[in-house]
């Protein structure tokens, strides 16, 4: 008897407090959804978002291995070797903004999640350091007698290594004040490359071209890996925070 006496008063009660029915629903959720961003445009949105120093420099060390290719002849190469780092340094630098700016967390909020956003960063980079590198291919082999791919992996492994050991000192040290580690990594590179050649020039040899196959393709592999765990790290810490 008490439980039906119970169960009466619960209904009334639901009756009593039930919320009336939502009148214009779905026009009311069409007002206050953003708008969807289609890809194409979010990728105009990362574009922008990169600084524009890192196109002037790319274009600066264009024109300064171009003017050099006149004056330095058969050590034009070495020089352009020696430019990449750089762009290493600045493509590490830009994708780390986030990280460095304290922004992560920020951009895991938003529609699209932070490995996307640092995928198009990365495809961003990666196309134009892709075009600069073609660029700089026939500069190189201007007054050389080196085969294209030889210089090709004289040209790409110095900036993979910087990409490398750079984002390796960014994900395992959060501080700002790694940029001038990295900066300074990317000058050692740059500055040992030419006294490299003349050390030891067995290694520039066309025997040895396999290892510097081998060598470039475990750095891209490297530099996933690194990119990867940067990624999964910095969104471990923010779900533990």
């Known amino acids: 008897m008490r439980q039906t006496w119970i169960k009466e008063w619960e209904e009334e009660l639901r009756s009593a407090f039930a919320a009336p029915k939502p009148l214009r629903k779905e026009e009311f959720l069409q007002k206050i959804m953003p708008p969807q961003l289609h890809f194409s445009a979010f990728l105009m949105i990362q574009l922008h978002y990169i600084r524009r120093r890192f196109w002037i420099i790319s274009a600066l060390v264009f024109a300064a291995v171009s003017f050099g290719s006149f004056v330095l002849s058969a050590d034009t190469l070495w020089a ?29 909020a938003t529609c699209f999640s932070l490995k996307s956003v640092l995928l198009a960063r990365l495809g961003i980079l990666g196309l134009g350091n892709l075009l600069l590198f073609f660029l700089l291919l026939p500069v190189g082999l201007f007054h050389s007698r080196i085969r294209p791919l030889q210089a090709g992996l004289y040209i790409i492994t110095p900036f993979l290594l910087t990409t490398f050991l750079c984002l390796h000192i960014v994900r395992r040290h959060r501080e ?22 003349l050390t030891l ?31 999964t790290q910095e969104e471990l810490t923010w779900n533990l925070s």
């Open 80 to 108: 352009v070797s020696a430019f990449t780092p750089l762009l290493a340094l600045m493509t590490v630098a830009e994708t780390g903004r986030s990280e460095q700016y304290e922004m992560a967390e920020l951009e895991m």
């Open 176 to 197: 700002k004040e790694t940029i001038y580690l990295c900066t300074g990594i990317s000058v050692f590179i740059s500055l040992f490359i030419y006294p490299l050649r």
């Open 201 to 231: 020039p067995r290694l520039y040899e066309e025997s040895a071209l396999r290892n510097w196959i081998i060598v470039s393709a475990l750095l891209c592999v490297g530099i996933i890996k690194q990119y990867q765990n940067l990624i």
